[in-house]
């Protein structure tokens, strides 16, 4: 399941924009960086089912990805994310984040900001905001950069907690 994001706040700067929900175990690299084991197959197993899922929601008019851009001149992305799992909210944001290259950014070094929230609900739920933004635009629009970036993320935390909560409002009505 897949929208865009609502606007609620006007924010100059921002090329493209969505929400997605996923039924999916989260997992964590925070302890398995340097595993071989099935943990690690694990870990890869569910940044390649993420991706999939992504590049199946990202909307059309999200910006082309651009390998020989240089970092500083490619679109930033910012992402709020929810999951119902038993990590903790520090231990979401990478395996997320990894699963994004080659669909939302060309690497996560273009991820600029993210905020993680984590819940504890009877099924394995993912939901994920992206946002992303021109950076010259969302500095003209603000103080600096980092402003635009702390105005997004929060856009991101609340549309992805919103759309987590009608889902597991779904689940335990099922």
């Known amino acids: 399941?897949?929208?865009?994001?609502?606007?609620?706040?006007?924010?100059?700067?921002?090329?493209?924009?969505?929400?997605?929900?996923?039924?999916?175990?989260?997992?964590?690299?925070?302890?398995?960086?340097?595993?071989?084991?099935?943990?690690?197959?694990?870990?890869?197993?569910?940044?390649?089912?993420?991706?999939?899922?992504?590049?199946?929601?990202?909307?059309a008019d999200w910006p082309p990805l651009e390998p020989n851009t240089p970092l500083k001149e490619r679109p930033l992305v910012v992402v709020g994310m929810v999951g119902a799992t038993m990590l903790d909210a520090a231990n979401l944001p990478k395996s997320v984040t990894d699963a994004l290259e080659d669909v939302c950014c060309v690497t996560d070094a273009s991820v600029r900001a993210v905020a993680a929230s984590t819940q504890r609900t009877k099924k394995p739920i993912l939901t994920i905001a992206l946002i992303c933004c021109d950076p010259g635009a969302l500095a003209a629009a603000n103080t600096s950069v980092e402003m635009g970036l702390a105005n997004l993320v929060s856009h991101a935390i609340v549309a992805a907690t919103a759309a987590f909560e009608t889902a597991v409002a779904d689940y335990d009505a099922t």
């Open 1 to 59: 399941m897949s929208a865009a994001i609502p606007t609620v706040i006007d924010v100059r700067g921002v090329l493209s924009s969505f929400v997605m929900t996923v039924e999916i175990a989260s997992k964590s690299k925070s302890n398995h960086r340097h595993d071989k084991s099935s943990n690690w197959r694990s870990l890869k197993s569910f940044e390649g089912l993420l991706r999939a899922h992504v590049r199946a929601a990202r909307p």
